[in-house]
């Protein structure tokens, strides 16, 4: 089983819909979870940060943890096309020992 | 304040050569984490640094190396390069605050 698991994608969605990013981690005691964005040939730029169980409102993106099921995901209200990119999904375990899923990438039709 | 910086940016090399990349975090940030990233492979974990130790290592052979200096800037190195160390190498410093990571542009390696 991989540390941190995300679907490769792609996935596609029309301009102005919901799109839906999922992730699963193994580690049970991972206490803090992270979603980056990487455009093709760019470094990863944080999105999201989030510690507690429940939903995490930032512009149109929500970010949600469940740690019993050991389940994050982020939503994008409102997709738009500068939002195609792929998005890693992060779990620091501990003492900064962070592991990345292999991304999902994102294709936002006009 | 200035964010994560990494030099060069593009480096071009001949198999069987050696390099030496560079990283200093943001200031006040004492945690260097090193990735390497492939389009076969994703975002791979190569070490972390902090106060001038190696706290964490991720499973690579031994030619790929590090440290770090008393004012955080770290340096990677690769001896005796292969066709397949050509990659996308990213440094990450960290807000300890909240465990977030924070990348730098990357630099590009080319193996020849």
């Known amino acids: 089983q991989k540390e941190v698991e995300q679907n490769s994608g792609p996935l596609s969605v029309p301009e102005g819909a919901i799109a839906s990013l999922n992730c699963t981690y193994s580690d049970r005691g991972s206490q803090s979870f992270f979603w980056y964005r990487q455009y093709s040939g760019k470094s990863p730029e944080l999105i999201m940060s989030?510690?507690?169980?429940g939903d995490k409102e930032d512009g149109r993106f929500t970010a949600q943890l469940n740690k019993a099921s050991q389940y994050v995901s982020l939503l994008i209200r409102d997709s738009q096309p500068s939002d195609s990119a792929t998005y890693l999904c992060?779990?620091?375990?501990?003492?900064?020992?962070?592991?990345f899923g292999a991304g999902t990438r994102l294709t936002v039709k006009p | 304040k200035a964010g994560v910086t990494q030099t060069p940016r593009y480096l071009i090399k001949t198999r069987g050569q050696q390099v030496t990349l560079s990283c200093s975090p943001i200031?006040?940030?004492?945690?260097v984490s090193w990735y390497q990233q492939t389009p076969g492979q994703g975002l791979q974990f190569l070490f972390e640094?902090?106060?001038?130790?190696?706290?964490n290592k991720g499973n690579f052979p031994g030619r790929f190396s590090g440290r770090q200096f008393s004012n955080s800037r770290s340096e990677m190195n690769v001896s005796t390069l292969e066709l397949g160390d050509s990659a996308l190498y990213l440094c990450?410093?960290?807000?300890?605050?909240?465990?977030?990571?924070?990348f730098g542009p990357g630099t590009r390696l080319t193996v020849l």
């Open positions: 992060a779990v620091n375990r501990n003492n900064n020992d962070m592991r």
């Open positions: 200031s006040g940030h004492r945690s």
């Open positions: 989030i510690y507690s169980n």
């Open positions: 990450a410093s960290t807000d300890r605050g909240t465990d977030t990571q924070y």
């Open positions: 640094y902090f106060s001038e130790t190696q706290r």
